[in-house]
């Protein structure tokens, strides 16, 4: 183990580096004095937790699921497969993929309020607001938590696709599409599809979601999984820091990039107006900024885009309106060959194709994000568990005052 040491007022503290199994070393300041803070504003360069979970490289254009690459993921494996590796480490035999498989058909319902409390919500409601006041309800009623964390984490991703379909009918005015709770005829996704849409969706539409759900499924410490972690420490129950988590997932920031992408790519209209959009986008007078594209943690290609753009030409290859894809394309073409976008290495990221893949599959541009908050709450309860294994302390950052010093009234 190597070390540095830090020099403060004449006084000389060894701080260890431990080497991590992937990427960048990790100085290890839990021993430094409490006199002493490290200011990081926005947690770039700070590491607050160990996690065997999730691996990226921005580099290199490296996205990992405990340990295996997520476009081999895509191509080999259903989403039930998926949930199985991000929760329990290792991806399942056919035996325990059954079992799990049956649980999750074992905690596939919710109680009837929430479909009382959904009469009580404004038509006018956002999904994501619809789907947060459905999980905090679940929050409020103890019945619904499980000693076994474990079981609890399966009785939670069971529920969440029911909830998504919940939000995004009642946000389009649409009634429930009721279910029986024991019918295993329908997997994971053909069963959220099927509460969604009202009938029994193709192939090629379950085999598109399957994808959208494995890309979005979990990436390292983003902002909702680190409020996750945040709200979890304090030893409130899971359904409370899923809550958490889907609060912060609703910004724009963060879930709502691709609901904006799409708003961008609306108002841009045809391909004769990228030159205009390009030179607004480089303007740092200019308000607008070309969404889609960047990442806090790419500095190549995000792997999940590349995957996303091949499913969105799947996908939109059957239809015959596809002017916005047309357009995305242009747009990414002429932007990739720009020297401002090369110099500043601003790649497409997920977010960039999903909402065209979404909106063709029928998703309404305002609930693309409760897509996104189905496929993460796999993530966030891998991480929650980890922490319930762990024995994660509870999360208490300091800050760097700037405001007045002690005064007199």
């Not at 040491?5 to 260890?16: I, K, R, W």
């Not at 059954?98 to 929430?114: A, G």
């Not at 294994?389 to 009234?409: A, V």
Request: hydrophobic residues 40%.
């Amino acid at each position: 183990m190597n070390q540095i040491n830090a020099t403060s007022d004449q006084m000389c503290f060894e701080l260890p580096i431990f080497q991590a199994n992937l990427g960048n070393s990790v100085l290890d300041a839990s021993g430094f004095p409490v006199d002493f803070y490290f200011q990081d504003i926005g947690l770039k360069h700070t590491s607050f937790c160990q996690s065997a979970i999730c691996y990226i490289d921005g580099s290199k254009g490296l996205l990992l699921y405990r340990g295996y690459p997520i476009e081999e993921l895509c191509k080999h494996f259903q989403f039930e497969s998926i949930m199985y590796l991000l929760l329990f480490g290792e991806l399942p035999t056919s035996r325990t993929l059954k079992s799990f498989t049956k649980k999750l058909i074992k905690y596939r319902h919710i109680p009837d309020y929430c479909y009382s409390l959904l009469e009580h919500l404004p038509e006018s409601s956002h999904p994501m607001g619809i789907l947060l006041t459905l999980v905090s309800a679940l929050a409020a009623d103890s019945s619904q938590s499980l000693d076994d964390p474990d079981e609890m984490a399966i009785r939670i991703v069971a529920q969440m696709p029911i909830l998504v379909a919940l939000s995004q009918r009642h946000a389009r005015t649409l009634k429930p599409v009721h279910q029986d709770s024991n019918d295993d005829s329908l997997g994971y996704v053909p069963d959220f599809l099927f509460r969604l849409f009202g009938q029994i969706p193709t192939e090629h539409t379950v085999t598109a979601f399957d994808q959208i759900l494995t890309l979005h499924a979990e990436h390292e410490q983003n902002a909702s999984t680190c409020t996750l972690r945040v709200s979890g420490s304090t030893g409130t129950n899971a359904y409370a820091a899923l809550a958490a988590a889907i609060t912060a997932l609703w910004g724009p920031a963060h879930g709502g990039a691709n609901e904006a992408c799409m708003q961008m790519l609306e108002a841009i209209k045809t391909c004769d107006r990228i030159p205009e959009y390009i030179e607004k986008a480089k303007s740092k007078e200019d308000p607008f900024r070309l969404m889609g594209f960047g990442h806090r943690v790419y500095r190549s290609r995000d792997p999940r885009a590349d995957v996303m753009k091949s499913l969105a030409k799947e996908v939109l290859d059957s239809k015959q309106d596809k002017p916005l894809f047309r357009l995305a394309r242009s747009l990414e073409k002429r932007a990739l060959e720009d020297p401002y976008f090369i110099s500043h290495q601003l790649y497409p990221n997920v977010d960039y194709y999903s909402g065209i893949v979404q909106r063709a599959l029928g998703i309404e541009n305002n609930a693309f994000t409760t897509i996104f908050a189905l496929a993460r709450t796999t993530g966030w309860m891998s991480h929650w568990l980890e922490m319930m294994r762990d024995k994660t302390p509870i999360i208490r950052p300091r800050q760097h005052y700037i405001g007045p010093r002690k005064r007199s009234l």
